[in-house]
């Protein structure tokens, strides 16, 4: 019969001592997360508030000077967060640039705190190019003033030497001078010159010394929609997407420079004559008028004025030169005059074919032949370039004279009716031209000429049915 083992008996000591280093370790734990760890954590705070240069958040900062050797800029934020120049001249300020500077002051930290004691106060100043500084920053907020003088560049280019108006220390600091080099007034103006938001235009009104142009936006049940019509000096629809980047230059049109003193301007507005462009975008709340002016010569800026008591802005060329000055170039330049869903009937005549297409719940027929299978994909893209083709550039306002650009008799004719029987769409082309050729349209009265591509795109009957 086999002998059970007696029980393993573990003295009283050993489990003294297991409690007694149980109780050690969580004290020790106790002391490092109550004591030791907030301990650190305070001394990291102290030591990242000694690292930085101004005690304040930059969003606090109410009033502003950047005075360089050259000039006092004096800024002011009001109860809206708007920034407004007071010195030299009245002004908007634009917050970008102003709190670009401010941010760069929140950033930087102190690298260095440079002990006076090593030499004399001037000597020092002096040897860091603080004794004439080449920008000095005042800052107030409602509970702090502070200021800083920027010298030299320090040992390495991301570094800067400053002196810090609440102490009198000088400082390495991790400032770049980038962020302060060649401010100016102008830097911190707002360049903005019209102020408007484009979704909510309702009309526009154009005016050259030759023509007054009025568009409106169509109204939809929720607001304005995105098409546009003409309302004189012709009833036309307009082309949406010019007349979207015509509101988009004028909400974007910034300025390159400013003429504030009245004598200034009365005097450039006298060489400069009559606007070449004036226009106003009227929203809910009021109109946003701008006049343009030609540069007085060539190579130089053009110029924008939007009322007497606001600066004249000097704008680049281009941007006038890019601004619509007739119907044209704002027109809906579809000349077909009507859209591919609408048309019940399509007459295709050409030199050498005559035949109709038939669109019935969105499929296409060939007259004559309706039981026979078309090509479906062949002619919706043949009616979509159709319906989309472009005048390229204007001829002739009337239609007086069509035998001269080969439009009587036309080399090919294309018109499109609708499900009452009415001759809404039609397509004239003539002679061919250096890659255009002259056409006329029901979307527009005139004659024009367009891109020859589509005389090959117009596709001959037989090729229509499926074999």
């Given at each position: 019969m086999a002998t059970s083992k007696p029980p393993l008996i573990i003295p009283m000591t050993a489990y003294r001592t297991t409690l007694l280093l149980a109780v050690i370790f969580a004290g020790l734990g106790v002391y490092v997360y109550t004591i030791e760890v907030p301990t650190m954590e305070?001394?990291?705070?102290?030591?990242?508030?000694?690292?930085?240069?101004?005690?304040?958040?930059?969003?606090?900062?109410?009033?502003?000077?950047?005075?360089?050797?050259?000039?006092?800029?004096?800024?002011?934020?009001?109860?809206?967060?708007?920034?407004?120049?007071?010195?030299?001249?009245?002004?908007?300020?634009?917050?970008?640039?102003?709190?670009?500077?401010?941010?760069?002051?929140?950033?930087?930290?102190?690298?260095?705190?440079?002990?006076?004691?090593?030499?004399?106060?001037?000597?020092?100043?002096?040897?860091?190019?603080?004794?004439?500084?080449?920008?000095?920053?005042?800052?107030?907020?409602?509970?702090y003033t502070e200021s800083l003088a920027l010298g030299n560049t320090g040992p390495l280019s991301s570094t800067l030497y400053a002196r810090r108006g609440s102490d009198q220390n000088i400082l390495l600091t991790t400032l770049m001078v980038e962020?302060?080099?060649?401010?100016?007034?102008?830097?911190?103006?707002?360049?903005?010159?019209?102020?408007?938001?484009?979704?909510?235009?309702?009309?526009?009104?154009?005016?050259?010394?030759?023509?007054?142009?009025?568009?409106?936006?169509?109204?939809?049940?929720?607001?304005?929609?995105?098409?546009w019509d003409f309302t004189s000096p012709v009833n036309a629809p307009a082309d949406k997407t010019t007349v979207g980047i015509l509101l988009m230059t004028l909400e974007d049109l910034s300025a390159t420079g400013f003429i504030d003193s009245r004598a200034e301007k009365e005097a450039l507005l006298k060489k400069l004559g009559t606007p070449s462009l004036t226009a106003t975008v009227h929203t809910k709340q009021r109109g946003h008028h701008v006049a343009f002016f030609e540069p007085v010569a060539s190579g130089e800026d053009a110029y924008a004025v939007t009322s007497s008591q606001d600066p004249m802005y000097r704008i680049p060329a281009h941007v006038l030169h890019g601004l619509p000055s007739k119907v044209f170039h704002l027109q809906d330049k579809r000349l077909f005059g009507m859209g591919s869903g609408e048309i019940a009937l399509l007459t295709v005549r050409t030199n050498d074919w005559h035949y109709t297409l038939i669109q019935q719940h969105g499929e296409w027929y060939l007259e004559g032949k309706e039981s026979e299978p078309i090509d479906q994909q062949q002619i919706k893209l043949f009616v979509s370039r159709l319906v989309d083709v472009p005048a390229e550039l204007p001829v002739s306002e009337t239609t007086n004279h069509p035998e001269q650009y080969g439009l009587k008799p036309a080399t090919i004719e294309i018109t499109g009716i609708d499900q009452k029987g009415r001759p809404l769409g039609h397509l004239a082309l003539g002679t061919r031209e250096k890659g255009l050729v002259y056409a006329t349209g029901a979307g527009l009265s005139g004659i024009y000429q367009t891109r020859s591509l589509i005389l090959s795109q117009i596709p001959a009957p037989e090729t229509l049915l499926n074999q």
């Open positions: 305070h001394r990291t705070i102290q030591q990242a508030a000694a690292q930085r240069l101004l005690p304040f958040d930059y969003r606090d900062v109410t009033h502003l000077t950047y005075t360089t050797r050259t000039e006092r800029i004096r800024m002011n934020r009001d109860e809206r967060n708007r920034w407004r120049i007071v010195e030299p001249v009245e002004a908007r300020g634009d917050a970008r640039e102003i709190e670009s500077v401010l941010r760069a002051l929140e950033i930087g930290k102190i690298s260095r705190d440079i002990q006076e004691e090593e030499t004399e106060k001037g000597a020092v100043a002096e040897q860091y190019g603080l004794q004439a500084p080449y920008v000095t920053i005042d800052l107030r907020t409602p509970e962020d302060f080099r060649a401010k100016t007034l102008e830097t911190f103006r707002l360049k903005d010159i019209l102020f408007f938001d484009r979704t909510r235009a309702e009309r526009i009104q154009l005016q050259t010394p030759a023509l007054t142009m009025t568009l409106q936006r169509g109204a939809g049940f929720h607001g304005p929609v995105p098409g």
